[in-house]
């Protein structure tokens, strides 16, 4: 099996990467905090964990092994990157206005 190059390396590390940017959102936001928790934190929380699960899904689905064409597997996994980041993006602007 061949190691993966090109754009697989690339969603890979901005899956990451924009993992990270929302767990560093979530931690400043203040999920830790005792306080009593209201329905905009709650929507905070469930729209960036989805977002979380997208976007570690994408060097899942990126890699996954196919049987004739590594390209197969791109077009999935820049539409859970995409979903991914919206949904995290949705979580600041839901933090940030709300």
């Known amino acids: ?53 997208a976007l570690g899904s994408v060097p899942w689905i990126a890699t996954t092994p196919v049987a004739s064409d590594a390209d197969e597997k791109v077009q999935p996994a820049r539409r859970a990157f995409g979903v991914g980041v919206i949904l995290i993006w949705l979580s600041v602007l839901v933090a940030i206005v709300g």
């Open 1 to 53: 099996m061949r190691a993966p190059t090109g754009s697989i390396v690339g969603l890979c590390s901005a899956s990451a990467t924009m993992f990270a940017v929302g767990m560093a959102f979530l931690g400043y936001w203040g999920v830790h905090e005792p306080l009593p928790w209201r329905p905009r934190d709650i929507a905070v929380v469930t729209l960036a964990f989805i977002g979380f699960a």
